[in-house]
């Protein structure tokens, strides 16, 4: 899969920009806050209709459109691209307007696949893409949250209906929650519950089959990366702890959460939503004393750990990079076993805190994509023998220059 063009509409930075792409590596020069990474944002904003960066999707309209007083402003990123055999195109509009006689402003996406319009969870996925951007090392060292956010995009691009089960489980489990709260302070049948239950559970169930599933096969890829970036020195594995374990520990006993090597690929989805139902009904009566859903998918904890330690609490930001790294192109790779299509691969700054080594190990991987976009503030930091099989993309105010005289515009 590669992009073949590439255009943006009061995007960010941009006002307008039009790209021509090829296959192989793509390096974006320039300084800080030039544009470089906004040209990443665009794309993943195509694989996963939701912005890395922003906290909303309104900060992806250019700020000086934003601020225009007609009543419609539209920023758009579209994009040709090779899935295989064959051509596609994709629109994806992030729309800001007026809603109704209030004048206040609403901002709402929509997409568009080879000129028809689909819902945002049928589009996830169409476009595949995995980035690596220095934010990211939150996946490791950060919130549970980052680390739940970043399993969820990666599902949702080779799971098919892994966005809509998500977001269905989220609506699920908020009327559910608003229902606990009400038997709290409003003391009634709690039978009203066994609804929300059954569809908690049986969501539930299917969301933590694909977790289960995706986190063996990323470690077991992320291992031999990891080992040869780390030289051998150290072993990497990836501990899914979901909040309902469907797999406990026998004899009643407590396994610790960060040396948890139980094997729950054997369970399908069935068994998972019986047990899952069972321990809702069995927690009913804390659950409404607190009025809150306490277990479930969206409590979920994935734990990264090498040579034992927790990287999250003891690991050096080396060290977590490193294993970042080693995650991130195994996502590659476990994104073609599912697809049949390697997926673009954006890296943003990412040479800058590697040794030798590892910027050499890295290089040699990037070149079997079918596509890479790299952004850097020094060539000097890429090998002499990388560096003529790229094409070089100067960035500078919001403009590109096609560095290695191929058209441009901008």
């Known amino acids: 899969m590669y992009l073949h063009h590439l255009s943006l509409t009061n995007f960010r930075t941009f006002s307008r920009l039009d790209l021509d792409a090829s296959r192989g590596t793509i390096v974006l020069v320039g300084d800080n806050a030039q544009g470089k990474t906004s040209i990443l944002e665009a794309v ?13 999707d309104r900060q992806l309209i250019h700020f000086i459109a934003a601020r225009e007083p007609q009543p419609v402003v539209v920023a758009r990123v579209q994009a040709e691209y090779q899935r295989g055999s064959r051509r596609h195109h994709m629109e994806v509009r992030v729309i800001q307007e007026r809603n109704g006689v209030s004048g206040t ?8 696949i080879d000129g028809r319009k689909h819902k945002v969870s049928e589009a996830v996925g169409h476009f595949n893409a995995v980035l690596f951007l220095p934010q990211m090392l939150r996946v490791i ?3 549970p949250k980052n680390r739940r956010r970043y399993l969820d995009l ?6 098919p209906d892994y966005t809509a089960t998500l977001s269905t489980y ?16 409003q003391p009634s049948d709690p039978g009203q519950l066994l609804f929300w239950d059954e569809q ?5 169930a299917r969301l933590i089959y694909a977790r289960i599933h995706a986190v063996q096969e990323l470690e077991r890829l992320a291992a031999l990366i990891h080992h040869d970036l780390t030289q051998g020195r150290e072993v990497l594995r990836l501990n899914y702890c979901p909040a309902y374990d469907p797999l406990p520990s026998a004899n009643g006993q407590y396994a610790l959460a960060l040396d948890d090597p139980r094997d729950r690929s054997g369970l399908d989805v069935g068994e998972i939503e ?13 659950e409404i ?3 809150v859903t306490t277990i479930g998918p969206h409590r979920d904890e994935l734990r990264f750990l090498s040579n034992g330690i927790d990287l999250g609490t003891y690991g050096s930001r080396g060290q977590i990079r490193t294993a970042l790294l080693a995650i991130k192109l195994a996502e590659v790779e476990w994104m073609k076993s599912k697809t049949g299509q390697w997926p673009v691969l954006l890296l943003d700054e990412v040479l800058a805190e590697l040794d030798h080594h590892r910027r050499e190990d890295l290089q040699a991987r990037a070149i079997a994509c079918d596509q890479v976009l790299m952004t850097t503030t020094d060539l000097s930091l890429f090998s002499d023998d990388f560096l003529p099989q790229a094409r070089i993309w100067e960035v500078r105010e919001g403009r590109v220059k096609d560095k290695t005289n191929v058209p441009v515009s901008g």
Do not use: H, I, P
């Open 200 to 204: 908690l559970a049986a969501l539930g």
């Open 141 to 143: 060292d950060g919130a």
């Open 44 to 56: 993943y904003l195509l694989a996963t209709l939701t912005s890395f960066q922003a906290e909303s």
């Open 105 to 112: 402003r609403r901002v709402r996406k929509e997409v568009l």
């Open 154 to 159: 990666a599902l949702a691009q080779v799971v």
């Open 274 to 286: 019986r047990g899952f139902m069972e321990k809702l009904q069995a927690l009913r009566r804390e």
């Open 170 to 185: 989220n609506r699920v489990l908020s009327q559910r929650n608003a229902l606990l709260k009400q038997l709290n302070e």
């Open 289 to 291: 004393a607190r009025g």
